[in-house]
């Protein structure tokens, strides 16, 4: 191994250790949400304190004498908590792509790797040169066609001689290397997140479901480029609402779980599923009307077939929490695999919480 490779191993190495360390810094950072892809992200990198001399129990390493030095050692090289700061004051940051944290946060966490369920209706082409052209640069020119072409005409005319095998080719004997377009199906997948905005979800746990909603659409979008992302909003009824809206919303009315599962399933009818993965997120407290809670729950049941994935996320409150998620468990208990349900206690179970939406630890693991 050279040395640029093992030093660059090694950076890997420290940043991945970094992300390790920092993933809960890293999962409730709210400077990502809106911006999934194409951005660096900076990380703090770790620095070593430069030693400082001591003699005795003279911490500051100032020797005897009326010298004019502080000894203190503060500005100097040597200065305490200044060591792992680079020029300015500043602590050194690396910065890398955002899918490289992505994949880092992937194995830290050990997000599930996300399967697609058919081949989809887009198709993607990539060129390959595999055939051959009579015009091209001079850069790909096929050496060893360009003489058989030239070999074949000599025949052809008895200008070849085989006591004299010379062969000068032509311009018409020249053969290029060309390429051949080769389509191939892209799985498609569709996202609807449905977000309970009732008076009961207050400031902090919005913010909580908006980062969840943010990665597991970067997890998602990580496996499916071609995905197509829908909204909802509802209290007492549901409406739908474009990503910027989803966002930066506030909270305010009752809450009928059922009106935005209806809407999820009437917005998926534009999307079939034997051509897209349909994946579905409903985040609320769990304070549903106790009437509306049978209506949910069937059209639910008629809706999980035909998803790779229903995520409910139930966000525990202070003041007392809701019976959503204890119902949903009590009515479909493991007989649905497409079914990922879990509670979310507060930004420290955010790790855990997304790794069990996007379908982990479904083993215990």
């Not at 058989?148 to 025949?155: H, N």
């Not at 996320?313 to 468990?329: I, K």
Request: aromatic letters at 8%.
């Amino acid at each position: 191994m050279r040395p640029i490779e093992r030093d660059l191993q090694r950076f890997k190495q420290i940043v991945r250790g970094e992300v390790e360390k920092r993933v809960r810094e890293f999962l409730t950072r709210t400077e990502y949400v809106g911006e999934v892809a194409g951005q660096p992200v900076s990380i703090p990198l770790p620095q070593l304190e430069v030693p400082r001399l001591i003699y005795g129990e003279n911490a500051f390493g100032q020797g005897e004498g009326d010298g004019e030095g502080s000894g203190t050692g503060q500005g100097g090289m040597g200065g305490a908590g200044q060591g792992s700061l680079g020029p300015g004051g500043h602590i050194p940051v690396a910065e890398i792509e955002f899918e490289e944290l992505l994949e880092l946060m992937g194995e830290v966490l050990r997000l599930p790797r996300l399967e697609p369920k058919g081949p989809g209706a887009v198709e993607e082409t990539s060129k390959r040169y595999t055939t051959l052209s009579r015009f091209g640069p001079e850069s790909l020119r096929h050496v060893r066609r360009t003489l058989r072409q030239a070999l074949r005409r000599s025949l052809i005319s008895g200008d070849y001689r085989p006591d004299d095998p010379q062969l000068i080719p032509e311009p018409e004997d020249f053969r290029y290397r060309a390429p051949r377009e080769h389509p191939r199906p892209i799985a498609q997948a569709v996202v609807v997140f449905a977000l309970d905005v009732s008076g009961s979800m207050a400031g902090e746990q919005l913010e909580i479901v908006k980062q969840l909603a943010f990665w597991i659409t970067a997890w998602i979008r990580k496996h499916f480029p071609s995905l197509d992302r829908r909204y909802i909003l509802h209290d007492t009824e549901a409406w739908e609402v474009d990503e910027h809206a989803f966002f930066r919303v506030r909270e305010g009315g009752g809450t009928r779980l059922s009106s935005a599962i209806q809407l999820a399933a009437k917005l998926l009818e534009e999307y079939p599923p034997d051509l897209y993965n349909r994946y579905v997120y409903h985040f609320s407290d769990g304070e549903n009307w106790s009437e509306d809670t049978g209506q949910a729950l069937e059209t639910l049941e008629e809706l999980l077939p035909t998803l790779a994935l229903f995520g409910y996320g139930q966000v525990h409150l202070r003041h007392g929490q809701g019976r959503f998620l204890e119902d949903l468990l009590e009515y479909f208990g493991e007989e649905y695999e497409a079914l990922a349900a879990t509670e979310i206690r507060g930004r420290n179970s955010l790790p855990e919480a997304l790794r069990r939406l996007l379908g982990g630890d479904r083993d215990g693991s």
